[in-house]
């Protein structure tokens, strides 16, 4: 029979500073090592099915002799039952890394769905929008939240203060809260339904945008004041004044003109296809271009430099308010946009054009599901006659004059 260690005082195994292992009984198979550093600790030797096991039980003084005999009858127990408390500790330890990994709050998520979409993002102002919503609305009350708590009463306390005083940014919001949850869900973050859905949901909650939202058209010139403008417009010098002309030739967002490049135009074949990641419906776009706008293009300075056709500065992409300053400097309340507006009062006031070819001169989807699965072409050619038409309309003249606001 193994000898039975001597039951320590507490007293002395505090005084136990040599270096090795130290049977302190109490509890067979109970020791304090002392390293050569000096520190010490408890460690339970006993045997837990056919291996020797070494099982610590915390550092001294730290943990007490009286906690050590306790710790270690605990262990014994365990082992008495088929439990290896190495094994379990092992298991625990495991389980609560992944619990760890799996607890990312609100912030975390969104900033991981971010950098996972970004990429996809046409727009280089979707991320900025994205990241400065969340930042004002949603993180003051969820962006240390976990996750996976994130209820229908937080969502709906960052989306009611402005639901009907800010709607369309609220309404972006809630569609951005809804994804990154999705997101979450799907990544094992959290689980059940979506607190930020709206089908069935949300829009029990609050009231539809469409009904709150006031439609704000952006400023726009009248048809019959296009000529004057036009003759006005083409006076003035500047690449920003030509760009503006462009875009208005071509019924074209500011943002496809400003970011057009030589590369896009056929001079021959009189088109300009605009690529699918500037345009907003994310897919490409074919623009006949009129005599006037293939005269204009050819009076246009060259870079050595850069493939742009509108450059500013340091030949870098004029500004987004390039177009809006010149005709700010003209005195007339509208906006460069408003002459898309223009045009399609045009089209279907003064023409017999039919809709779809003007819709798809504005590079509009149409919205007629069974009239767009039939609709395959872009009808290039009827839109190139109409494209000629409306240039000649421009250059027109006019009976009413020209009245800057």
């Known amino acids: 029979m193994a000898k039975k260690a001597k039951e320590l005082t507490a007293l002395e195994v505090g005084r136990l500073k040599e270096q090795g292992h130290h049977a302190v009984g109490g509890v067979a198979g ?22 020797r096991r070494h099982i610590g039980l915390g550092g001294f003084p730290e943990i007490t002799l009286a906690m050590a005999r306790e710790k270690a009858r605990v262990a014994k127990d365990s082992v008495a039952q088929g439990i290896d408390p190495i094994a379990e500790r092992a298991a625990a330890a495991s389980r609560l890394k992944a619990q760890q990994a799996s607890q990312i709050t609100f912030e975390s998520a969104a900033t991981a769905y971010i950098e996972v979409h970004e990429s996809s993002w046409k727009n280089p102002k979707h991320r900025a929008q994205w990241t400065s919503t969340l930042q004002t609305y949603a993180y003051p009350h969820i962006g240390s939240l976990l996750v996976r708590d994130v209820e229908q009463e937080h969502v709906l306390k960052i989306l009611e203060p402005i639901w009907t005083t800010k709607t369309e940014t609220a309404a972006r ?39 709150i939202q006031k439609v704000v058209s952006h400023r726009a010139l009248s048809v019959k004041e296009m000529s004057c403008f036009m003759a006005n417009l083409r006076a003035r010098d500047g690449i920003a004044a030509r760009a503006l002309e462009f875009a208005i030739l071509c019924a074209a967002r500011s943002g496809e003109v400003r970011g057009a490049c030589w590369s896009e135009i056929d001079l ?48 870098q992409p004029l500004s987004d308010m ?79 004059k020209f009245h800057p606001a």
């Not at 050819?298 to 850069?306: E, F, G, M, Q, R």
Request: proline content about 4%; some cysteine; overall charge positive.
């Open 322 to 400: 390039a177009l809006t300053a010149v005709m700010r400097r003209m005195g007339v309340d509208a906006v460069p946009h408003g002459f898309r507006s223009t045009f399609r009062d045009w089209a279907g006031d003064c023409t017999n054009y039919p809709r779809d070819v003007a819709e798809f001169a504005l590079a509009h989807t149409l919205t007629n599901a069974v009239e767009a699965a039939y609709r395959r072409g872009s009808a290039l050619e009827k839109r190139r006659q109409m494209m000629e038409d409306w240039a000649i309309y421009c250059a027109g003249t006019s009976s009413e």
């Open 173 to 211: 919001l809630r569609g951005r809260i809804e994804s990154i949850l999705d997101w979450a869900t799907v990544r094992k973050y959290r689980s059940g339904e979506n607190p930020a859905r709206w089908r069935g949901h949300l829009d029990q909650l609050l009231a539809a945008p469409s009904k």
């Open 30 to 51: 109970l020791y304090l090592y002392v390293l050569d550093t000096g520190a010490r600790s408890w460690v339970l030797r006993t045997m837990v099915g056919d291996k």
């Open 268 to 315: 021959e074949a009189a088109v300009w296809t605009v690529p699918a990641e500037r345009m907003k419906a994310g897919r490409e776009h074919q623009v006949p271009l009129s005599t006037a706008a293939l005269t204009l293009l050819k009076a246009l300075p060259v870079s050595a430099s850069s493939d742009l056709i509108f450059f500013g500065l340091r030949e």
